[in-house]
């Protein structure tokens, strides 16, 4: 198990062959400000504002603790964006800038660096602080 932040703990964190497992403490509060803390240092190259990232990843939500979406569920299908584009969320553009190729960061992600007060497609509220772990390809 590892902690990444306080009321986060990763199972299986230094396996990035396998989905990780997230669970949040949902009886915490949540951060105000976005947090990144690399899991695995990865020793490839290194993300930049206007690189392209594949990345894999699973996201959970902090206030219900369940899972809402992750890429090792699509046969695990990396997901590819430009960096700092506006094409993800702002916490996803902020977040993975750094991470190097063979690493796993876990980012939490504020409501003003996710979906705000729109919540997402039904399946993310409104004012909900996300939870990734992302795997730099």
Known sequence: MTSG??????????????????TVQTDTAP??????HDLVEGDGAEIAH????DVQYVGVSWST????????????QPFSFPVGAGRVIGGW????????????R????????????????GVIGPDETLVFVVDAL
Request: charged residues 20%; glycine residues 20%.
């Open 50 to 53: 206007g690189d392209t990232a």
């Open 65 to 76: 603790g369940n899972e809402f979406d992750s890429s090792w569920d699509r046969g695990a």
């Open 5 to 22: 932040h306080p009321g986060v703990t990763v199972d299986g964190a230094e396996d990035l062959s396998a989905k990780p497992a997230v």
């Open 93 to 104: 553009d902020k977040g993975v800038q750094g991470m190097r190729a063979g690493g796993r």
């Open 106 to 121: 876990l980012l939490v992600i504020p409501p003003h660096l996710g979906y705000g007060s729109r919540g997402a497609g």
């Open 31 to 36: 951060p105000t400000d976005l947090v990144t």
